[in-house]
């Protein structure tokens, strides 16, 4: 392996699922300033004001593809899509979109269920096997998925959202396991407690349940939509190729307290 090429992301072809905020969006942000093609799959209606911020702080051109992944045509168009705008070639998948709905799990309606399991495990998967398609034929590519830490715990009053994620750490490791010796890595980063646009807007951080949490983590704060980035870069680069069926806790210290 040639050291000077390790954390190396310029010219790699991208997909970044969710990239309109949050830590999907610095994610595609981090991957656009070290020279990497981005195409951002979202439902968001402000995706061309999203790739237009991105290009100013970066100075590079981003990609858009504006998809409901909650439903599986759509997930084929807007991969499909973003194929086109990469002119055909994928080097790296990140599957971050994800929803919330939060409820007494005795009064959980089912369309609700149906439909955090469809954005945050049915895209995992079509997206996933969709890419895998075609890094198989070319022998290499990354697959980075996002778990949560409700990947291990239970959380409270969101069954539908804990139970997928406990799902994608599973698929990702069922995947990986298939296609490690064929050149592609599939791992996953579960993010802790991060001040997202989400959390900031509904003023969890300062309920009594964000204050518990806090008390929780012993970095002593909640984490940056930018410092879950960074570890996605790592998986994604040269560096982390020995690296497949991983779950990378990013969460202050969290799981470990």
């Given at each position: 392996m040639d050291?000077?090429?390790?954390?190396?992301?310029?010219?790699?072809?991208v997909i970044v699922t969710?990239?309109?905020?949050?830590?999907?969006?610095?994610?595609?942000?981090l991957f656009g300033l070290y020279g990497?093609?981005?195409?951002?799959?979202?439902?968001?209606?402000?995706?061309?004001?999203?790739?237009?911020k991105l290009k100013e702080l970066t100075g590079t051109d981003y990609y858009t593809v504006r998809a409901d992944l909650s439903d599986s045509k759509n997930r084929k168009r807007g991969f499909e899509e973003a194929m086109a705008c990469l002119e055909k070639?994928?080097?790296?998948?990140v599957n971050c979109a994800g929803?919330?709905?939060?409820?007494?799990?005795v009064?959980?309606?089912?369309?609700?269920?149906?439909?955090?399991?469809?954005?945050?495990?049915?895209?995992?998967?079509?997206?996933?096997?969709?890419?895998g398609r075609m890094m198989l034929a070319k022998g290499h590519g990354k697959i980075i998925n996002y778990a949560s830490m409700l990947s291990y715990i239970g959380g409270f009053r969101v069954p539908a959202y804990a139970a997928s994620k406990g799902a994608v750490v599973q698929l990702t490791k069922a995947l990986s396991n298939e296609?490690?010796?064929?050149?592609?890595?599939?791992?996953?980063?579960?993010?802790?407690?991060?001040?997202?646009?989400?959390?900031?807007?509904?003023?969890?951080?300062?309920?009594?349940?964000?204050?518990?949490?806090?008390?929780?983590i012993p970095a002593g704060r909640w984490g940056e939509p930018e410092e879950i980035a960074a570890v996605v870069l790592f998986l994604a680069s040269p560096a982390?190729?020995?690296?497949?069926?991983?779950?990378?806790?990013?969460d202050g210290g969290f799981a470990a307290s």
């Open positions: 050291e000077r090429h390790l954390f190396e992301w310029q010219g790699q072809k969710g990239g309109a905020s949050g830590m999907g969006y610095e994610t595609a942000r990497a093609r981005v195409c951002i799959i979202d439902i968001s209606d402000k995706l061309e004001e999203t790739a237009d070639e994928l080097d790296v998948l929803i919330q709905y939060t409820c007494d799990s009064d959980f309606p089912e369309e609700a269920w149906k439909r955090v399991l469809s954005v945050n495990l049915d895209a995992v998967f079509d997206l996933s096997q969709m890419a296609w490690a010796s064929k050149g592609i890595q599939v791992n996953a980063v579960a993010p802790g407690y991060i001040m997202t646009p989400l959390n900031l807007a509904s003023g969890f951080p300062e309920t009594e349940r964000g204050r518990f949490i806090l008390s929780r982390a190729s020995y690296m497949t069926g991983a779950v990378v806790p990013v």
